[in-house]
């Protein structure tokens, strides 16, 4: 992959500039739902998109309400990203509301779901396996959109896809040696089963796929109970909750609250976990720090 890479990198060199291409054209207008999405399309768009979430950082897009100027921005907007799989439940009311008559792109096309009682797991970038899919679909739209610039898109997917792929032989090795035992943790809902299923971690969620109701109390209680059961290592807050229900959980459970995880959301700008690779490399090492810590605590004479 890695000479194919370089191959088209030089391919782009010999290609007019983009101010040669077309004179001082504006950057393609992208509005996407969330910030993962809006990160995946500026990797490989660069400077030939102009990139927009609605759902912004720490946001949180089960219970998001669109506002009058995400109208205005999705009618202005050449393409929508979604990512599908119902995560976005507003976002069809938006588009009519802006008479959106552009492309939109389902970034999950292809991605075999998790399903639960007939419905999908919209959690699908939990697994960066599935974010070739994500980053293939993107790719694609934007190479539709732009021809001129199908070689300088389908460089930078490749190296991304190159990056991705180191990261998940990572995680897989480093997870592995963590015994089963000690991967088993309490999270604030139900986001990161694709994540467990990549790396065979067993999360232990207060609520569901989705954040719009508060779990009952004889939920929490019952949550309790299998913690204690099932050994959890720790109890994990997200960036897109209350954590005031998490601590009051690690209390009742006497376990360690072992940080926070990023779900639905990407952290602000120049943080670790403002972009996909390092959200996903934060949440490893917040999981890790407290299940090696485990690990050493149970090994020690």
């Known amino acids: ?23 001082d054209a504006a ?24 990139v927009q979430p609605l759902v912004g950082p720490d946001g949180d897009a089960h219970v998001y309400q669109p506002t009058p100027a995400d109208v205005r921005s999705v009618g202005n907007a050449h393409i929508v990203i979604l990512n599908g799989l119902g995560f976005e439940g507003w976002m069809n009311r938006l588009l ?8 939109v792109v389902i970034a ?14 919209p959690h699908a970038w939990q697994d960066p396996r599935n974010i070739r899919t994500y980053v293939t679909n993107i790719g694609n739209a934007l190479e539709q959109a732009l021809p001129a610039h199908s070689a300088q898109f389908e460089a930078r997917k490749l190296q991304y896809l190159e990056n991705l792929e180191q990261l998940d032989r990572t995680l897989r090795h480093e997870f592995a040696a963590i015994p089963p ?16 299923a990549a790396y065979a971690i067993e999360f232990l969620p207060v609520q569901g796929w989705t954040t719009e109701s508060e779990p009952s109390a004889a939920a929490v209680g ?7 059961a099932r050994k959890a290592v720790g109890v994990f807050l997200e960036n897109v909750t209350d954590p005031r229900m998490m601590r009051q959980l690690a209390r009742d459970t006497g376990l360690t609250v072992g940080g926070r995880l ?3 959301a990407l952290a602000r700008p120049g943080e670790p976990a403002s972009t996909y690779l390092g959200m996903i490399r934060t949440n490893a090492d917040t ?9 050493m605590d149970t090994v020690a004479p």
């Open 1 to 23: 992959m890695r000479l194919l890479v370089a191959l088209l990198l030089g391919m782009m060199s010999a290609l007019p500039s983009r101010n040669a291409a077309a004179a």
């Open 222 to 228: 019952q949550l309790v109970e299998q913690a204690k």
């Open 108 to 121: 999950t096309d292809g991605v075999v779901a998790r399903k639960r009682g007939g419905h999908p797991d």
């Open 181 to 196: 035992t000690r991967r088993r943790v309490i999270t604030t809902h139900d986001a990161f089963g694709y994540f467990g």
């Open 287 to 295: 999981l890790l720090g407290v299940m090696r810590k485990e690990t």
């Open 96 to 103: 009519d509301s802006a008479q959106f008559h552009g492309t």
């Open 262 to 264: 990023y779900s639905d």
């Open 27 to 50: 950057p393609l207008r992208i509005v996407t739902s969330f910030t993962i999405l809006s990160d995946l399309t500026h990797e490989i768009g660069a400077e030939w998109v102009s």
